[in-house]
């Protein structure tokens, strides 16, 4: 959860804290069905709640401004000003401390744990060129490579050896991670799309 220091608003601590009414349409959240940070905030409530996440869902409901169809979309709408909350990335921080030369905007972190996000490549069974492709991966694995990451895609590198960049000083890491099967997840969208869609 990223949250505007600019805001004056009493910054979150939990998920459970997202349900106090002082957040009411403070929010911005990222559709599940076509969002990776929203399924990942769906993920981080079942990781957290278990069978009880159409609950939480519900109680957050009233709190939640919009459910973006994606990243650019929602994000763009909290750093216009809209709400002084957005799920987003712990490295979305160092990208406003390198390019604007702010730390207005920070990553919080929750006692209960957080989910990750890996991005990763692969080749498909069919590629035209696998040999191509190989290389490109193997080359893509090197530190050269990875050192253009996390100004880039504004994520870690896979390589432990890449020395990360001053901003991202402005990205604090997670205590406890959490995860879900990816099944779970699939499984929870349709029930949460309709307890938002309900009166």
Do not use: C
Not at 162 to 188: C, M, N, Y
């Amino acid at each position: 959860m990223i949250y505007d220091t600019a805001s004056g608003i009493t910054k979150p601590e939990s998920l459970e804290d997202l349900l106090n009414p002082a957040y009411a349409k403070k929010i911005i959240l990222m559709d599940p069905r076509t969002s990776t940070p929203g399924a990942g905030f769906l993920a981080w409530t079942i990781a957290v709640y278990g069978d009880a996440y159409p609950e939480y869902w519900s109680a957050l409901k009233p709190n939640i401004l919009t459910l973006a169809p994606g990243w650019d979309t929602g994000y763009g709408l909290f750093t216009a000003g809209e709400a002084p909350l957005v799920i987003s990335y712990t490295t979305s921080p160092p990208y406003h401390v390198e390019y604007d030369n702010t730390s207005r905007f920070q990553a919080l972190i929750f006692e209960e744990g957080h989910v990750m996000q890996i991005e990763g490549m692969g080749i498909t069974a069919n590629a035209r060129h696998p040999e191509a492709a190989e290389a490109f991966i193997e080359f893509m694995l090197t530190d050269e490579a990875q050192s253009v990451i996390p100004q880039t895609q504004w994520m870690y590198p896979v390589s432990e050896t890449v020395t990360l960049p001053a901003s991202f000083d402005a990205a604090p890491a997670a205590r406890t991670i959490l995860s879900v099967p990816a099944g779970e997840v699939q499984s929870a969208v349709d029930r949460v799309i309709s307890i938002l869609a309900e009166r």
